[in-house]
């Protein structure tokens, strides 16, 4: 609700008829894009840390949801297993709410980009964003028993879309993530 009028800043009131992304557009969309990618990062912190209360976790859900494309997954992957599990992202956040440390820390790092945005066939543009994360839990005591570095490459969408202001339909490009697929996972 929030982020439709800073698009509209963002990009200006374009129409629809102009179909590539001038340098400037693509700067402040793979700013936007970066940017929610920092949010998930938050929001997957919030979640995994034991002392949020369980009412706000579940709000953080709904908006960590709210970044995702419909049907998107997030790949899970430990040091004592070969297979990557893929979950949905609803799925991926509530498994990670319930996991079995007295506390949790995520940390989300070297977040760049790794393959320029490209025009697909419907218009839509695809790009990829590499990040490393650091899982770490911890027992009653407060030992650490489980630590990771994770290598997870994010799909990013870009896609045009309408909204209706003061009765007139306005055109702007909107930020979506999609699946989180892991590379490689290793002692830190």
């Known amino acids: 609700k929030i982020i439709i009028p800073a698009l509209l800043l ?15 557009r693509k700067q402040a969309i793979d700013s936007l894009a970066l940017e929610k990618v920092r949010d998930f990062s938050k929001y997957i912190s919030l979640i995994g840390d034991k002392s949020t209360d369980f009412s706000e976790a579940n709000r953080v859900i709904e908006r960590a949801i709210e970044l995702f494309m419909e049907g998107s997954e997030v790949g899970v992957s430990s040091l004592y297993k070969e297979a990557i599990s893929y979950y949905p992202v609803r799925d991926y956040l509530e498994r990670l709410m319930r996991l079995n440390y007295s506390k949790v820390n995520i940390e989300w790092y070297k977040i760049q980009y790794v393959s320029d945005l490209e025009r697909q066939p419907d218009g839509t543009y695809v790009g990829v964003i590499t990040i490393f994360q650091k899982f770490s ?30 009765g007139k339909l306005i055109g702007f490009w909107d930020v979506l993530l999609g699946d989180i697929r892991v590379k490689e996972t290793s002692k830190e």
Do not use: C, H, M, N
């Open 10 to 24: 963002i990009f200006g009131l374009q129409s629809f008829a102009q179909d590539d992304l001038s340098p400037e």
């Open 137 to 166: 839990g911890y027992d009653k005591e407060g030992q650490l028993v489980y630590e990771d570095v994770t290598k997870k490459d994010i799909t990013v969408y870009v896609k045009r879309k309408e909204t209706q202001i003061a």
